[in-house]
T-cell receptor, first 113, second 112 residues
Framework: KAGVTQTPRYLIKTRGQQVTLSCSPI?????VSWYQQTPGQGLQFLFE???????NKGNFPGRFSGRQFSNSRSEMNVSTLELGDSALYLC????????????FGEGSRLTVL | SQQGEEDPQALSIQEGENATMNCSYK?????LQWYRQNSGRGLVHLIL?????REKHSGRLRVTLDTSKKSSSLLITASRAADTASYFC????????????FGQGTRLTINP
């Protein structure tokens, strides 16, 4: 069974641009969540999706948005990039919203110049 | 803000020794989990302990949970070089929620 796949793995953007990150969960998994990891703030929750519905949202500005498609794939978008958005963005999936264990992808490392 | 705090922030031991990491949290929880992260990679789930459990084992891992003290510990016995990684505790407050709150992690280095 393939794991969680995130694309792209690395990307460089400049301030003011926008970026879209993609996540394909493990086959059969319908829950997807996103986390931001930075040296200063650590791992912080961004969003959680189940069956195309956002179930939870972290404390991030409206520039951060996400969605989930009918095939459970998810995307997150960050608009008007700031230097502080440089981070490792991790996607995780699970078979359902009531299971505790999350399966993480390798992440998308975003650098904002 | 982080709910969990882990100590030590960094731990360096010799191969074969045991490693103990501690995690404290602030609010009531549903589950507490431990994850491992190799440098710059994704997180790997190690073990989950429910709020009504006090101890759990998985291979060389032993996790304890003290809800009265809002703390947990992860013990790795007979450490190996491959155990070198960062270890994070994560808590969720409500059943069915995937909104995990992570600690800052412990950086474990196993010296050969």
């Amino acid at each position: 069974k393939a794991g969680v796949t995130q694309t792209p793995r690395y990307l460089i953007k400049t301030r003011g641009q926008q970026v879209t990150l993609s996540c394909s969960p493990i086959s059969g998994h319908r829950s997807v969540s996103w986390y931001q990891q930075t040296p200063g703030q650590g791992l912080q929750f961004l969003f959680e999706y189940f069956s195309e519905t956002q179930r939870n949202k972290g404390n991030f500005p409206g520039r951060f948005s996400g969605r989930q498609f009918s095939n459970s794939r998810s995307e997150m978008n960050v608009s008007t990039l700031e230097l502080g958005d440089s981070a490792l963005y991790l996607c995780a999936s699970s078979s359902g919203p009531n299971t505790g264990e999350l399966f993480f992808g390798e992440g998308s490392r975003l650098t904002v110049l | 803000s982080q709910q969990g705090e882990e100590d030590p922030q960094a731990l360096s031991i010799q191969e074969g020794e045991n490693a103990t990491m501690n995690c404290s949290y602030k609010t009531s929880i549903n589950n507490l989990q431990w994850y491992r992260q190799n440098s710059g990679r994704g997180l790997v789930h190690l073990i989950l302990i429910r709020s009504n459990e006090r101890e759990k084992h998985s291979g060389r891992l032993r996790v304890t949970l003290d809800t009265s003290k809002k703390s947990s510990s992860l013990l790795i016995t007979a450490s190996r070089a491959a155990d070198t990684a960062s270890y994070f505790c994560a808590t969720d407050r409500f059943q069915g929620a995937q909104k995990l709150v992570f600690g800052q992690g412990t950086r474990l280095t196993i010296n050969p």
